[in-house]
């Protein structure tokens, strides 16, 4: 399991196309096909464990949460970030006050 800052902080400046205080962060790149999903948690929810069948970012972008690796490591998430799972890592994630994810599911997700 690896953290990911999707945050301002690491995005690049759009400077054409006469652009103004816009920031620009490539997610992925992948000649696969590739799945795109939101999940959504509600306050207590869980997404129970289980094995990534490809590699699958999540990135939170509303809420806060937890996500879990085989670790069995809690690790708080907030909007702005992500975890990335290689394939067949097994995990879980969850949130106490509700969480909305963007999910990308690839065999060749390219960060």
């Known amino acids: 399991m690896e953290i990911i800052d999707f945050g301002k902080a690491k995005a690049k400046e759009i400077t054409n196309f006469h652009s103004l205080k816009a920031f620009y962060t490539k997610i992925t ?11 959504h948690i509600e306050q ?3 997404v129970g464990y289980h094995l990534a069948p490809v590699p699958q970012l999540f990135i939170v972008v509303e809420g806060e949460g937890w996500v879990e690796g ?14 990335i799972w290689r394939k067949w890592e097994g995990h879980t994630s ?3 006050s509700g969480l909305t994810a963007l999910v990308l599911e690839s065999e060749e997700l390219k960060l």
């Open 70 to 83: 085989e670790n069995q490591k809690r690790v708080n998430v907030r909007s702005g970030e992500g975890v």
């Open 94 to 96: 969850g949130s106490d």
């Open 44 to 46: 207590g929810g869980v």
């Open 29 to 39: 790149k992948s000649e696969a096909p590739i799945t795109i999903g939101f999940i």
